[in-house]
Structures are given as C-alpha cells and as structure tokens.
C-alpha cells in the first residue's frame, strides 16, 4: 500500500500512475503559460548594438515546466567588446548564482539577487581583460506571467498593457538626469562636470570625469572608475492573464520618441512589424544618428489572437501597479480594468552591494565550501568576507553574516562604494 502511494494519485476518482499525475501537471503549467511573439529591428551606425533572444532557456535541462524565455539589449560604447561578452555570458552568471533545487516561487524570489551577483561578475571578469569599452544593458526574464527587468545605463523597457496604459520598468542612469546617482558618484570620488571649449563654456551633457562617460552605470569602462557600477536596477512584476507588450529599445529609439508615443506607434502591429515601425518612426524624427535597435515582446494569453486590441488611450507611468497584499480582500483606489493592474513584486535600484545581496540564498558547495555571492568561487568560512564588513548601512554588528565574497569581489566592492582607489588605465 505504501508503494502504491507513492505511485498513483486520484483523478476523477480513479487511480493512475505517478508519471501520468505528472504529465497531466505540465500539460496544465503549460496551458497556464502565455503565448510569446516577439521580433525585432534595428539601423546600425557603429555597429555597437547587440540583442539577445531565447525562447528555450530551462532552470532544469530537460524540464519542459521548467522554460523561461530571455530578451535583452546590450548597448555598447567605445567599441563593441563589452557588449559582446556581455551577450556571451551575463545569462549563465545569473544562473550561476541562483541555488539549485529551488521551487519555482523560490527560483523567482531568489532571481532579483542573482541579476544583481551576475552583472557583478561579468563587469569584473571582462574587465581583466583590460579592454576600455563599455555597455548598457536591459536584460529581461519571463516566467509564465511574471518579468523581471534588469537594467544598467539608458537602454529602456516599458510595458504596455491590453488597455492601453504604458508603465516604465528600468530606471534611467544617466547623470543629466539623476540626481541621487550623481550625489553617489561625487561621493565615491568622481567629478561631474560638462565638457569645456577653449574658450571656457561648458557644453554637451553631464559627464563624469576622468573618462567623460554620462551614464552612472554600465559593464566595462575600467578607463572611467569603479565608481560607475554594474549593479541593476531590478524590477519584478506579475501580468494579470490578459497579458501585454513590452517594447525594450536602445537610446537611439528613447532620444526619439517618448514611451506612449512608441507604443502608439506600433499597437495593432505584430510583434516583427511593430519593432519595425517604432525604429522606422524614430529614425524619421531625429536620424540615423546612433545605433538604433528595438525589441517587441507581446505575451498573449492561450487561445487568444496574437494581436493587441486597437485601443487608443493616454498612458500613465506607474499607474497600473499594484503592490503584492496580503490581504485578499484589499482595494486600490483606483477604478481600472483588470486587464491594467499588474502586481508589482519586487523593486530595487540601489547602488550598495550589501543592500543588493541581502542575507539569503547563501549557496553552499557540494564540496561542503561555501561559494561567492558574486563569482561563485569556492572559499572555506575562515576565507569568506561577509558583504556586510564594514558596510555603514548594515552595520559591523551584522559583518558575520552572509552572504560572503571572496577576496577580489571584497575589492571590487570596496572600489565601487568609493572605499579604495580605482583602477584606471594610463595611456
């Protein structure tokens, strides 16, 4: 009888085996799944735009319950090589720093932290390679109907739901722009000023000095300073069934149009032709003068159409989130369709490692060592640094805990709070 357990449930009150209650279970998460439509478009000028599609990426290798589906946008600068390596290798540094044998839900709690330690390691293992490029990037997860969103430098993600509303799901990180992030960098040790002429009138943008680069974060620039950090603005949120689209772009889209005036550009369009024609408008309004590249991702729920509904309506940033309640019965005030209401998970840009990678998900070795939050490198107790040494928001009280860094990482998180000197290149 024990065994018989183990190998048959109840379905309609009769027995069957385990393996059938199982493919039953897939075929059911798979019909709870949105259908995916995506395409994207793009008019190169440097050549230093780079995308990355995948529709078949799994937290299990062969678990079809396990998919998850990767869209994101590297925009280089000073040459392409940190987008490209970005491109290689920022997925499997997430994963690399997601425990294993987690639970869906967990898997999910546990990714905002990974994006954070992923970012991380790819800024500082390609920046041993002693190249001066650098990218931004908009790196996207999608599970069923929740979407993780994270994002260093100007590239954009917006969301646009079935009714029309339009909501911001990065933060901006250039200096002209944010204030707290200039406030970070002065305080690391940076300077931020414009360029001077000859004659002494300071022009262009805000810029951060030495280097000249007028975004705060971003993967490579080892030639600017530590200061300007790799780690993610990070933003999780759950769709209602209706689902929606997101339109992820470069600044050669955002310098052009606005977030609504893109998406009203573009709705009626499948996914192909609406990145298509959000490229096309904004190169008929300011040029080809940067690499312009976009990405159309529509998440439709089964056995609908896969074409938005024609719905014309003024958007409203921020306006259809609602944050995740205990409470059931709970209310927002507002008077909205179902269709706009998105359940805001999870939120958090700041620029302090220790505030990122929290005090979870301490992953443990199968070695029995503990491994690096960052680079997941194995290091013995007496060797780890817990990330909260010497952290003034923590406090010295909490310098036990994990989770824990290696040696370099605790250097490379020095350097970025502004605690030791930077390593710039002398040419």
């Known amino acids: 009888m024990i065994n018989q357990a183990k190998t048959k449930g109840n379905v309609n009150g009769r027995m069957v085996p385990l393996a059938e ?9 798979k019909l709870e799944r949105p259908n995916i439509r995506c395409g994207q478009a793009g008019q190169s000028k440097k050549g230093e735009d780079f995308t990355l599609i995948k529709l078949d990426s799994h937290k299990i290798p062969g678990d079809g319950a396990s998919l998850f589906a990767v869209f994101a946008i590297f925009d280089g600068h000073n040459g392409s090589a940190a987008a490209v390596y970005s491109k290689e290798n920022l997925l499997k540094d997430i994963l690399s720093a997601i425990p294993a044998g987690l639970s869906r839900d967990d898997w ?3 990714l905002p932290r990974a994006m954070v330690a992923g970012f991380v390691k790819t800024d500082k293992e390609f920046q041993v390679k002693g190249q001066t490029s650098g990218t931004t990037v ?5 599970d069923c109907w929740t979407v993780t969103v994270a994002s260093v430098g100007d590239s ?3 969301l646009e739901s079935p009714g029309g509303l339009v909501s911001l799901l990065t933060a901006d990180h ?3 722009v944010n204030s707290e992030e200039r406030e970070r960098i002065t305080a690391s040790g940076g300077e931020i000023g414009r360029l001077n002429t000859v004659g002494g009138a300071e022009i262009g943008p805000l810029r951060c000095w030495p280097g000249g680069l007028c975004l705060s974060r971003s993967i490579g620039d080892m030639d600017v300073g530590e200061f300007i950090v790799p780690i993610p603005h990070v933003k999780q949120i759950k769709l209602s069934n209706a689902g929606g689209r997101l339109i992820i772009a470069t600044d050669g889209v955002w310098d052009a149009l606005s977030s609504e005036k893109a998406a009203n550009c573009a709705r009626g369009l499948r996914a192909e032709l609406a990145a298509k024609q959000i490229v096309k408008e904004a190169l008929k309004i300011r040029g080809l003068r940067d690499d312009t590249t976009c990405i159309v991702v529509d998440l439709i729920p089964p056995e609908k159409p896969p074409l938005p509904p024609p719905v014309k309506k003024q958007g409203m940033f921020k306006s259809i989130f609602r944050r995740r309640s205990n409470n059931p019965t709970s209310k927002t005030g507002e008077k909205q369709q179902d269709t706009d209401i998105v359940q805001e998970i999870f939120e958090e840009g700041s620029a302090m490692l220790a505030e990122r990678l929290g005090s979870e998900y301490t992953v443990q070795t199968v070695s029995g060592l503990f491994a690096c939050a960052v680079c997941q490198t194995d290091i013995t107790p007496s060797e780890g640094i817990s990330v909260h040494a010497g952290s003034f928001f923590s406090g010295t009280m909490h310098s036990w805990e994990g989770p824990f860094l290696c040696a370099s990482c605790k250097l490379k ?3 970025m709070e502004g605690k030791r000197p930077s390593r710039v290149l002398v040419t």
């Open 21 to 29: 209650l199982l493919r039953l279970e897939v075929k059911n998460e």
């Open 108 to 110: 999910l709690s546990a």
């Open 138 to 142: 908009t790196f996207v997860i999608v």
């Open 156 to 158: 954009r993600c917006i």
């Open 174 to 176: 250039r200096l002209e």
């Open 413 to 415: 998180k020095d350097a």
